[in-house]
């Protein structure tokens, strides 16, 4: 299977500042079929981006994704308090379909 | 938009059994492949299981198969998994959700995440 490796483990960071996490995969993502979710405690994911690169309905633009083949990379142009959450990768272009172990964004 | 509540989560010892129910309502339940995704306590999202719209093939994590058993009702949108044999590590919180049929590709990323239900495997 497909194992994704999440980098930093822990951000912490000040609103306005711009955030970049990266997602390295073990082998390629076939057709770069990645996505990011946002997850806040206490909450269910939240689906971000799909297709390495676009934004999910209603997610704001301060939020991209980009890469391919095995790295990948979210960034959030300028955190917004509402912002401060996990954020986790999922390959899906491999079965069985797989997650990164996650990147806390924290206030600092 | 979809809505998606589980229930049944709760205590049960080691070997013991349980089954896991989802009420979906807000979407067409009966064209969308629905999905089991579950997170232990303090760690990362894990794919459980999956189900096609008129539950003829289901997929299975290799950690779950031949415990757990993914299953629909149409008729009542309900998505349900049983488990047995349930072991330490499966404790867990049981997100079920769905596909984003729109964005993904055979295999699923998902659009829609219910609150979650919690199973605890303990003596």
């Known amino acids: 299977e497909i194992v994704l490796t999440q980098s930093p483990g822990t951000l912490s960071l000040s609103p306005g500042e711009r955030v970049t996490v990266s997602c390295r995969a073990s082998?390629?993502?076939?057709?770069?079929?990645l996505a990011w979710y946002q997850q806040k405690p206490g909450q269910a994911p939240r689906l971000l981006i799909y297709?390495?690169?676009s934004r999910a309905t209603g997610i704001p633009d301060r939020f991209s994704g980009s890469g391919s083949g095995t790295d990948f990379t979210l960034t959030i142009s300028r955190l917004e308090p509402e912002d401060f959450a996990v954020y986790f990768c999922?390959?899906?272009?491999?079965?069985?379909?797989?997650f990164g172990g996650g990147t806390k964004v924290e206030i600092k | 938009e979809a809505h998606l509540v589980e229930s049944g989560g709760g205590l049960v010892q080691p070997g013991g059994s349980l089954r896991l129910s989802c009420a979906a309502s807000?979407?067409?339940?009966?064209?969308?492949?629905m999905n089991w995704v579950r997170q232990a306590p303090g760690k990362g999202l894990e794919w459980v299981s999956s189900?096609?719209?008129?539950?003829?093939?289901?997929y299975y994590a290799d950690s779950v198969k031949g415990r757990f058993t993914i299953s629909r009702d149409n008729s009542k949108n309900t998505l349900s998994l049983q488990m047995n044999s349930l072991r330490a590590e499966d404790t867990a919180v049981y997100y079920c959700?769905?596909?984003?049929?729109?964005?993904?590709?055979?295999?699923?990323?998902?659009?829609?995440w219910g609150q979650g239900a919690l199973v605890a495997v303990s003596s």
């Open positions: 999922q390959q899906y272009g491999t079965s069985p379909l797989t």
């Open positions: 297709g390495a690169s």
């Open positions: 082998q390629s993502v076939g057709a770069n079929y």
């Open positions: 189900i096609v719209p008129n539950g003829g093939t289901t």
């Open positions: 959700t769905k596909k984003a049929q729109d964005y993904c590709s055979v295999i699923p990323c998902f659009d829609f």
């Open positions: 807000g979407f067409s339940f009966n064209t969308n492949v």
